[in-house]
Structures are given as C-alpha cells and as structure tokens.
C-alpha cells in the first residue's frame, strides 16, 4: 500500500499503453545498432534486475527504482539483436491503416460492418452488416471524416447509454463525458467527475466498452489502483481481469484508422 502516498489526483485507465500501476513510467529513447529504439522506461521498488519484454505497447524495461540508465542502457546494447528483431516483429503485426474503400470492414461494437461508399449528397446511414456512406468526393479523406463523425455520434450515445446503466451502483455523482481521440489511451478520469472516453471504443464489444467505462466510474470513487478501487470495479463486473486481459491481448486492433 505504499504506491498510495503517490496517488495522482487524476488516474488514467493505462491500457493498452501503460502499466496498471502508480509507479514512475516514462518513455525514453536510445540508439541501439544505429537505429532510433523507443521504450517504456517502468521503475519500481520491488523488482530487482533490469527486464526487457515486447508486447502490445512496443518495448517495455522495467527497473530497479535505483537502476541508473547507464545500467539499463547496457542490457539493451547486451541484448540489441533481440529487441530489433522483436520490435520488428511488433512492427509486422500493427494493423494496416485503412484505405476506406466499398468492401473494406471496420469493427462496431464488436461486429464486422462493410462500408459501401457511393456519389451523392453527404449522408452516412447503417443497415446492418453494411455502413452506407454517401459523398459527392470519393476520396479517401473524404469517406474517412464522414464515418468518423458518426463513428463518433455512435461512441457518444453508446457512452452515455452505458454511463446511466452503471453510475447509480457505483456513484450518486453526475459524471460529464468527454469523447478523447488519444492514441494510447482509453480512458482517463479527472477529480472534477469528468471522464475521457476514447471515441475508438466504439469498435470494440460491448463487454470490453463496459469494462472501461467501469473502470473510469470507479475512479470516481477512489482515484487509484488500490484493492479498494478493484472492489468496486469486481461489485459491478466480477470477471474484470478476464476483460481486462483480453483489452491488453486485442485493443491494438481497435487502434486502426
Ligand atoms: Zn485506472
């Protein structure tokens, strides 16, 4: 229970980026075999050696609180071959960006919708499976604002809908939302009973939505990561690891624009 002395007063919901944790994360550069390596520099007090690990965030190093980054910087020189070839392996598994063509599909809530983009006044309309989007400019720029705008008009009902659905078990605030286009983050919540919730949820199951709006409500009631926090979260979800865990092995597939 030490970390709660350092409690920041806004908490951040860290997925799929950062670790669940209060401890000191930055994000540090080096050069290893010529080539620029970023990484997620993670120090805490109970560990001791410095580990390297490749996942869904890039490359992660975690510390000894002590450890001086000429330390760190020596494992990662050791050990350059392995992180190039798995950074390039993570590289590899990034979703491809979209060209938002007819025929392409993108996630809603968890289901495959296929656009189907044709010449006319603007308009965007759904009829399940398909994402109708009307423009009279077929470019790429042009379908990819019309379906994000209403991508984001979906992501903000959806998120106000869940919102109700779980505020009065969790807290008698009223809670004010704010659509975030962050690229490293779901969700953040602010003292003030303000949440972020990323307009790119929209993409994702329900389940998963809802683990995260959770997730910011509970921070509304304790502003940390503490086993009093994950109570609450369990009262209102009580298989959050399990959702949680499949946010941090699927969310860079919602990550996609
Ligand atoms: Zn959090």
Redesign the pocket.
């Known amino acids: 229970m030490a970390n709660l002395a350092s409690t920041p007063m806004s908490?951040?919901?860290?997925l799929p980026f950062a670790p669940?944790s209060v401890n000191p994360v930055v994000t540090t550069a080096t050069v290893l075999d010529g080539q620029p390596v970023n990484y997620i520099l993670h120090r805490s007090h109970g560990r001791r050696r410095i580990s390297l690990s490749v996942d869904d965030r890039g490359l992660r190093v975690g510390a000894p609180l002590r450890a001086s980054l000429r330390e760190i910087e020596t494992v990662l020189r050791d050990h350059a071959r392995w992180v190039i070839r798995k950074l390039a392996d993570w590289n590899d598994k990034r979703a491809p960006s979209r060209r938002w063509e007819s025929g392409e599909t993108l996630s809603f809530l968890g289901l495959p919708l296929k656009l189907d983009v044709a010449h006319g006044t603007s308009e965007v309309h759904l009829t399940q499976p398909h994402l109708h989007i009307v423009t009279p400019d077929h470019s790429a720029a042009a379908v990819a604002a019309l379906a994000k705008h209403w991508l984001r008009g979906q992501a903000a009902e959806h998120f106000h809908r869940r919102i109700e659905h779980f505020r009065s078990h969790i807290t008698l605030e009223t809670v004010s939302i704010r659509l975030s286009n962050a690229r490293s983050r779901w969700g953040s919540c602010h003292a003030s009973g303000r949440i972020s919730l990323n307009w790119r949820l929209i993409h994702m199951p329900q389940h998963l939505i809802d683990y995260v709006v959770v997730?910011?409500l509970a921070?509304l009631r304790e502003m940390n990561?503490s086993p009093r926090f994950w109570a609450v979260v369990g009262s209102v979800i009580p298989d959050y690891t399990a959702r949680r865990r499949e946010i941090r092995r699927e969310s860079h597939r919602y990550l996609v624009d």
Request: aromatic share 0%.
């Open positions: 908490a951040q919901l860290e669940l997730h910011e921070h990561h």
